[in-house]
Nanobody, 125 residues
């Protein structure tokens, strides 16, 4: 069955960096775009990045571009999110999700059909 499992979260000081991982199984990763999202308590789900299935093009909303970097390794069936210059307001659960094979690589939550359970990122001094 389709599975996505995030890891790499934890406690980090402001200004620090994390590399989050998304291990995928149950589908051919190279056929799908993958997105990263986050959600803090009491806040809406927020898209951070998407990487396309074949061309490897990426999309970042303005709020994430420059601090977040998405990459993929189709052989290892892994997707990564590098997060730099972390701020306390980055504290959230971070999710990876499988995109639609036809729709463009944008962070529209309704366009993603399978989600991991998330990994907690806490930014605090």
């Amino acid at each position: 069955q389709v599975q996505l499992v995030e890891s790499g979260g934890g406690l980090v000081q402001p200004g620090g960096s994390l590399r989050l991982s998304c291990a995928t199984s149950g589908f051919t990763l190279e056929d799908y775009a993958i997105g990263w999202f986050r959600q803090a308590p009491g806040k809406a789900r927020e898209g951070l990045a998407c990487i396309s299935s074949s061309a490897g093009s990426t999309y970042y909303p303005e709020s994430a571009e420059g601090r977040f970097f998405i990459s993929r390794d189709n052989i290892k069936k892994m997707v990564y999110l590098q997060v730099d210059s972390l701020k306390p307001e980055d504290t959230a659960v971070y999710f990876c999700a499988r995109g639609d094979p036809i729709r463009p690589c944008l962070v529209v939550p309704d366009w993603y059909d399978y989600w991991g359970r998330g990994t907690q990122v806490t930014v605090s001094s």
